[in-house]
């Protein structure tokens, strides 16, 4: 026999055949209302069960990392942005994501570089009026930026 096929499994490998878009969509669905509720740490419990499962379900990787953002864990914030990202370059929403976090670590030169980078995003494709005013908050952010 081929170790190929005697090799156990892991759970995430299983799992992550079973599931449909709708349904992870409904799973994602139940981590934001958990949020919503005020339930991080079960929020978080759904979303790193998600990013397991479906690493390239790029949502997911954004609401952990707003898990993160809630409880001021910049670092493995800024890992799942990025993980998001390798999924979805051109994601508005994780870069804004990233901004934010680098303007709430002072990190201000690389934020700066990529409000440009999203402002440019956004003349190319509008987004939702959410995101336009959530840009323009670190945009404000930005220009008030501590000397």
Known sequence: MSSEVTRK??????????????ELDSVYSLAKFSLQSGNIRRAEIIF???TEVAPEYY???LGLAYVHIETADFDPAVFCVRQA????????????YLISILLTTKDYGTAGSYLGEVGDLIKAK???PNLEKFYEIQLIRYQNRES
């Open 48 to 50: 790193k069960g998600i």
């Open 59 to 61: 949502p997911a990787w």
């Open 85 to 96: 990202l390798r999924v979805s370059p051109s994601s508005v929403e994780s870069l804004l």
């Open 9 to 22: 499994r892991r759970p995430s490998e299983i799992l992550k055949r079973g599931y449909s878009e709708k």
């Open 126 to 128: 509008p987004v939702s």
